[in-house]
């Protein structure tokens, strides 16, 4: 089968698309012919961090297809049916956080970038018919990685305001739409005009220039929650527009990872900086009922045949999307 | 009536026992007539931050006593009636954050290091009968930043386990004990061997010397809650024994507030860092009923008469102190 692939040396040297192993499905497994695939930072932080020697492995964590062979042992599934992958491997249940044995799907396991896929029954749902394969493909990981910095950790509420630095990528776009369906006011932050004409479109309520005095752009009135994804570069704007007893999210380190912090301003304010990456099952099969009945959908940035997945990376790497990337497979 | 004040120049230099005007209660105000008072490392921060011109202030934000004066529209309180000052002003229910006009007794009201007190009746609750007035002078401030530290915003759980970075001062006492009362496993740190003796008398399980690595001392378990007031100086090692998913609540930063944060360690150990201060008076009385249902007793270093106030704050300033410092002062 064709597959997008890493192996040997970091970045795109490594990178191809050829040939792989059709797989076959074992055991507790089944076999999923990908109609699309979406695509992640993260594949690109696999890329880079590769090395020599490293065996070929098919990148990519998101993707949605059609079932087309069942394992032993599995039960209420069934061949033709349409699925969503969920991304996180053996976390099942809300625990505070995943346990030792968690990985993300694409890396070190087989991903989403080729014709087929095995992978264990437990991590398929059915895919929301509103839902195109387009939107489909490419809403796992982001959507997911939104769903629990905003609920499970965030636990924004209605009336609320949330305040969103970094409009660019897939996640930021799913913050937008979620937080505005429990009535929450939506603040965004970004650098580009064009993105920024995005995110309005959105229906995010406030939207102002990266470089502006946010607290003056936001009128003087502080946030209920901040969640976060660029990091380092903006973190000490982010606390000034915290009301005291504030959260902020941090989910993302895009603009550096190094942060400095007043520990007496912080508890002085009463402030809660909490940790979030990807989410369980539970949240997944959570963020799809929410979906459902919001009806929200996936922004798609750009969608690239499978066979151009180098171009697809390229586009993330740049940071040129808007909303998701995704990739046609069949 | 005699006072230990402070105006004028910073430090000790601003510092004075001497003669100031007795105070009479107004509408809704009681006086006490003071039997004893605490110290806090707040009131050396308060003579340290003095200067040229400021009006002479008593402080102390901790004390106990009886009350000789009850102003017009106050009900429920006798004459005679034993009481427990709550050193929060103004912060009534438990919000995420205090008030806009939450101030501390002490300055810019005046404390307790004084014969009497003036104060809101809704500031002074019953002292709880098994204590001593030793016991309750010196009670409220630390007593109540551990309660919340610990409960409102660590929320210890039965058979959690909790580390304290830091066994100094008073605070650390209460947290031993009140996560003890409550089922938790409590490790201490500290520089001090005598410390660590008067720790393990209060029943904590794992004590070790601050300078070990402190996960081969905890065997490789690493805890729930960490409940830091040290600060810059053991931040990162506090970190490094948080298991996944879990919390460090920061109140102090006795040993520098300026800290580095790894935010992408941070998010991918779905960490919690939650500032806290101080407390409200419902947590207050939550507190005051919680000691008493479990008996718990601050533990008293070291007593001095009011006269001899500027002794006693030397001792806090210079750390030699296990526990909670206090004055006679009728």
Chains 1, 2 share one sequence.
Not at 205 to 212: A, H, K, P, R, S
Not at 274 to 286: A, K, P, Y
Request: net charge negative; with cysteine; glycine share 12%.
């Amino acid at each position: 089968m064709k597959a997008f692939i890493h192996h040997g040396l970091p970045g795109f040297e490594g990178a191809a698309y050829r040939d792989m192993p059709e797989p076959t499905a074992g055991p507790g497994q089944v076999r999923i012919r990908l109609k699309t695939a979406g695509l992640n930072r993260r594949d690109l932080r696999i890329l880079h961090a590769g090395k020599e020697g490293d065996p070929p492995i098919i990148l990519g964590s998101d993707g949605a297809g059609v079932i087309d062979q069942i394992g032993p042992d599995v039960h209420g599934i069934h061949q033709g049916d349409e699925v969503i992958i969920n991304p996180t491997l053996h976390w099942f249940k809300n625990t505070p956080a995943p346990p030792p044995n968690y990985e993300i799907l694409g890396s070190p396991t087989h991903g989403t970038f080729a014709e087929f896929i095995v992978i264990s029954a437990d991590q398929v749902e059915p895919k929301p018919s509103y839902l195109s394969w387009e939107e489909a493909g490419v809403l796992p990981l982001s959507a997911l990685t939104a769903y629990r910095a905003l609920f499970t950790r965030g636990r924004v509420q209605s009336g609320q305001t949330v305040f969103i630095p970094g409009a660019g990528g897939g996640v930021a776009t799913y913050l937008v739409q979620f937080a505005k369906a429990v009535g929450a006011r939506v603040c965004v932050a970004s650098r580009s005009e064009e993105k920024r004409q995005h995110i309005r479109k959105l229906g995010a309520d406030v939207i102002i220039e990266t470089g502006q005095d946010w607290l003056e752009a936001l009128e003087g009135d502080k946030v209920d929650l901040v969640i976060d994804s660029v990091g380092a570069a903006t973190f000490d704007k982010c606390l000034t527009i915290l009301k005291p007893g504030g959260t902020l999210v941090t989910f993302g380190a895009t603009a550096g990872d190094e942060i400095q912090l007043n520990l007496r301003s912080f508890f002085y304010g009463q402030f809660n900086l909490l940790g979030s990456t990807m989410g369980s099952q539970e949240e997944f099969r959570e963020m799809l009922q929410f979906i459902t009945k919001h009806q929200i959908r996936p922004v798609i940035d750009q969608y690239f045949p499978l066979s151009e997945a180098r171009q697809a990376l390229h586009r993330l790497q740049e940071t040129h999307n808007f909303g998701n990337i995704g990739l046609h497979i069949s």
